[in-house]
């Protein structure tokens, strides 16, 4: 079996910086010989480069700079600031706003994971279709292709308030489910690999699309980046 290096991994999962443990996590479970492997120290989050330039016509250059540069940037200001006020409390051992902290750092993480992988759910025109491995389990999971982004697009169009469809692989059902998460990080499956992330709080489409949100998610699902969600795929299901 090809062994994908750590960068691969990361590069995969679309998670940059935070695929660092993830993929630590991965390389640790393929070494099946009980060799000890390098244990990732602990990083920042980061802010990584988008991908490609403009994805004009179907998201405007305006609110994809804004949301690049300033909503996900300040997801890993908070996320890190979070990080910080946590280590602080560790060492005074003061722990009296330990509830507000983990709050933070759960939202502006979630926001940080979530955007890198929206970055990588997308390519200018679209990429590619399910195919292989991705396309049987879509099939298996969802009966078809167009019955599994019909749910997607429906279930995305219907989150009540800011919030995401999601397309993850659920490992303890091996199988592939549609997710509408609300906020960053309420209604998930814990152990559920995003494979597809499409992003619907207001930041993301209300200067072209105001409060049209289905016409957004029609046109999101038409610049689809297949070839990165099937390496995603190809790795989760590993
Ligand atoms: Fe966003």
């Not at 994908?4 to 070494?31: H, I, K, N, P, Y």
């Not at 996320?79 to 006020?85: G, I, Q, R, V």
């Not at 389990?137 to 999601?166: C, N, R």
């Not at 016409?215 to 795929?233: H, L, N, P």
């Amino acid at each position: 079996m090809h062994e994908m290096s750590r960068r691969e991994m990361m590069r995969a999962f679309g998670l940059g910086g935070l695929g660092v443990a993830m993929a630590a996590t991965l390389a640790r479970g393929e070494d099946k010989g009980g060799t000890a492997m390098p244990v990732a120290k602990p990083q920042a989050f980061t802010l990584p480069p988008l991908p490609y330039k403009s994805l004009d016509p179907v998201i405007d250059d305006p609110t994809l700079a804004l949301h690049h540069d300033k909503h996900h940037a300040a997801y890993v200001a908070g996320a890190n600031k979070a990080l910080d006020e946590l280590a602080k409390a560790r060492e005074a051992g003061d722990f009296a706003l330990v509830k507000h902290w983990e709050r933070d750092l759960a939202f502006n993480g979630s926001g940080c994971a979530l955007h890198t992988l929206y970055w990588n759910s997308m390519w200018p025109g679209g990429r590619g279709q399910p195919a292989g491995a991705l396309a049987e389990a879509i099939d298996q999971s969802f009966g078809s292709a167009a019955k599994m982004q019909a749910q997607f697009a429906a279930a995305t169009k219907a989150v009540e308030g800011s919030g995401w469809g999601i397309l993850v692989w659920e490992p303890s059902t091996t199988r592939l489910a549609v997710l509408q998460v609300e906020k960053h990080q309420n209604l998930t499956i814990w152990g559920a690999v995003p494979i597809l992330v499409c992003d619907v709080w207001e930041h993301a489409y209300y200067l072209k699309y105001q409060n049209k949100r289905p016409d957004y998610v029609e046109s999101w699902m038409k610049i689809i980046d297949w070839e990165s969600a099937a390496a995603r795929f190809g790795a989760a299901v590993k």
